[in-house]
């Protein structure tokens, strides 16, 4: 073999070109791809599947987006979509009362009119894409300073929605793609008239309950049904996806279609170091006070078990994730993972003039920028963040408060929430008439309080104000009981009184609401000019660096926007025992039996009623190599055709981490089968309209 001499740059260049390689071609199950921009060329090399713009399109017409978080989609023409049980789950317990636990007892509507409304459902449904880097990036001028630099672009931004709402009536926002490499305008549909169709029972949809979330074997249905309705009728819809008669096999390619809430895959060493040593210990320790907050309240009466049900499990779900995220940052093989790209990307970085002038400061720039967050972070969750006022009625005197400051300003200089694009979804959620319950939102302020006293110190000047002289019980019993908030026609009232209502109110929510803000803007304003806009012009850099060298073939972070997953249907080992693609019903009968019927591991009576009518080698759930993280709950999982085979609902043990480092080792995607659904739909739930809907 001879040995040919390579020059420093190329062999710098080659290496960043291996690391892209093994990170796209060798794993092309790895990705959130934008959907106008899949990874044709890896789709073709791997699975010979080849999408044209017509199927892309016809997918994303089809995905929706939970604006409060989760994916959906549509399938039929009259306006139905399916999502998880846990991501409707939020709108059903609003809807419920003592009497009628729509969570825990599941509901059914046999026709539109039996079709429950929700209070304040927006589901999102993306129209168009486009490209706006050159004009953000234009805002920002030679010599600016951080702070002006920030400001420059969120007005930018702000600009460009309100002229993308004026002209086209549709949702519009700008994303941030790339920590600032890129800059898209999303537009959006809105659909504000939302109606419950079907939703299980809990204890098929949460089957197994905490302990085997983010496990597998499953033995999950995680669906529920919605329509969207227009001037009082169902929508017409002219994308939605069929469903799939034959189901998947194993080892088929799949593809997942959703809104993959947020990661961090770009994120720099000094980042991730800060974020596994600092952040995820802080939000576990927060995490596991909720819980027993929650837990303790729940107990005291089924009422409040009712009342609790969503905040417990979102507070169990978070624990799970953060425990599982740290404990894969701490393995020093992943860990290690991380270092050895940066060091690559860096080395190629160095070795070229330009690039090393232009961006090779970068790293370092996020590393001093993530020591001063290191500063401001707590204070900032604190009070920006609200996690010492942790009740609905603070969040809501705060947007009170707020909308009627911003709305005096001039759209291009107001807070990015309160933005004029943003107005309708913002008053959407602030005037829901779901109910509020007292006794819950005064153990909530109870906890958030004690906990800023903990953190802040007793002798702290504004923790002092907050409290009054009172105790955190105390005090949280006076805001609570004192305040009108709860009521929606009472927000509504104070909205339209403006800014004079606010600073007239003697509600003692907003007069905390009033007492807090100036410290809470202050800190939210340091932490933006001193953190966020050097970091988002130091991986800027770096993005530009990753352009220059192997160009945009790398998916950016997720951001809560629509993406493309491409996998396989594939089980894994564990615990060097195989664990097979897919569950069938009768694993379900055999799992309560092992736990002996005891809850969670107990089957709702229906299922129990219906057993020997049930097909039992109906496949239940199966597992993926698809890349996803949260917010893709809900998702549909569609082949090659464009035909819905699955539900996306949970990942394995092994994913959590995927928020930093994608690995389909051991990592799985889980999805509960479109078999299944349909086998339930008829032979428990006795939905023969529902199925004849879905062409079933």
Request: proline letters at 5%; one cysteine or more; a negative charge.
């Amino acid at each position: 073999m001879t040995h040919a001499h390579c020059c420093p740059i190329r062999t710098a260049l080659l290496a960043v070109a291996v690391l892209i390689a093994s990170i796209t071609a060798g794993r092309a199950d790895e990705g959130m791809w934008l959907p106008n921009d899949p990874p044709r060329r890896l789709l073709k090399q791997k699975y010979a599947f080849d999408p044209d713009d017509a199927w892309l399109v016809h997918l994303q017409r089809s995905a929706i987006r939970f604006n409060g978080g989760g994916s959906g989609s549509f399938v039929s023409a009259d306006g139905l979509v399916l999502t998880n049980q846990h991501v409707g789950a939020g709108a059903a317990q609003k809807m419920s009362t003592a009497e009628h636990d729509y969570v825990q007892n599941g509901f059914l509507a046999r026709t539109h009119q039996e079709e429950l409304p929700c209070h304040d459902l927006e589901l999102n449904v993306l129209v168009s894409i486009e490209d706006v880097t050159p004009r953000v990036n234009a805002a920002v001028r030679p010599g600016m300073d951080f702070e002006e630099a920030a400001q420059a672009r969120r007005a930018a931004m702000n600009e460009i929605e309100q002229e993308s709402l004026a002209k086209t009536g549709l949702r519009s926002d700008v994303v941030t793609l790339y920590h600032g490499g890129l800059y898209h305008l999303y537009r959006y549909k809105r659909y504000t008239e939302v109606r419950l169709v079907f939703i299980p029972e809990q204890d098929i949809a949460f089957f197994g309950g905490d302990p085997d979330n983010f496990e597998y074997p499953r033995y999950d249905l995680d669906v529920c049904f919605f329509r969207v309705y227009e001037n009082g009728e169902p929508a017409k819809i002219e994308h939605y996806l069929t469903w799939s008669a034959a189901g998947v096999s194993d080892a088929e390619l799949v593809v997942v279609v959703g809104n993959p809430g947020a990661t961090s895959r770009l994120d720099t060493v000094a980042n991730l170091t800060f974020v596994r040593d600092t952040l995820l210990p802080m939000q576990l320790n927060e995490i596991r006070r909720r819980e027993i907050m929650l837990a303790t309240y729940s107990q005291q009466s089924a009422e409040n078990a009712r009342r609790a049900q969503r905040l417990l499990f979102g507070c169990r779900n978070r624990r799970k994730v953060s425990l599982e995220t740290l404990a894969g940052l701490q393995d020093p093989a992943i860990f290690h993972k991380k270092v050895e790209e940066e060091t690559s990307l860096r080395a190629a970085v160095a070795k070229d003039p330009k690039l090393a002038s232009a961006d090779g400061g970068a790293w370092d720039e996020v590393a001093e920028a993530v020591k001063r967050l290191a500063s401001l972070y707590v204070r900032y969750h604190l009070l920006e963040g609200a996690a010492a006022l942790n009740t609905n009625l603070f969040f809501d005197a705060r947007a009170l408060l707020r909308l009627a400051e911003e709305s005096q300003k001039q759209n291009a200089q107001r807070l990015r929430e309160y933005r004029e694009s943003n107005l309708p979804s913002l008053k959407q959620s602030l005037f829901s008439t779901a109910p509020i319950y007292k006794d819950l939102e005064t153990a909530r302020l109870v906890d958030s309080l004690s906990m800023l006293v903990e953190m802040e110190g007793a002798d702290d000047p504004l923790v002092q104000r907050i409290l009054a002289g009172r105790s955190p019980q105390e005090r949280a019993e006076e805001l609570v009981a004192g305040t009108k908030l709860d009521r929606a026609e009472y927000r509504r009232q104070l909205a339209e009184g403006g800014l004079l209502a606010m600073e007239q109110s003697d509600d003692p929510m907003i007069e905390v609401a009033r007492l807090v803000d100036p410290a809470a803007r202050a800190i939210r304003e340091q932490l933006e000019n001193c953190v966020d806009e050097p970091l988002r012009e130091a991986y800027g850099k770096i993005a530009n660096a990753r352009f220059a060298l192997a160009g945009t073939n790398l998916y950016p972070d997720a951001t809560f926007t629509l993406r493309l997953s491409f996998g396989t249907v594939r089980g894994y080992h564990q615990g060097g025992q195989p664990l097979p693609p897919w569950t069938v019903i009768a694993g379900a009968y055999a799992h309560q039996a092992k736990h002996d019927a005891q809850p969670p591991f107990k089957l709702p009576r229906s299922w129990m009623e219906h057993q020997g009518d049930l097909n039992m080698k109906t496949p239940l759930d199966f597992v993926s190599t698809n890349d996803i993280i949260g917010g893709n709950s809900g998702s549909p999982v569609v082949n090659r055709r464009g035909e819905l085979v699955g539900l996306i609902f949970d990942g394995n043990r092994y994913s959590p981490v995927w928020r930093f480092v994608y690995d389909d080792v051991h990592g799985r995607a889980i999805s509960v089968d479109a078999r299944a659904i349909v086998e339930a739909l008829k032979k428990v739930y006795g939905a023969t309209e529902l199925v004849q809907e879905l062409g079933q």
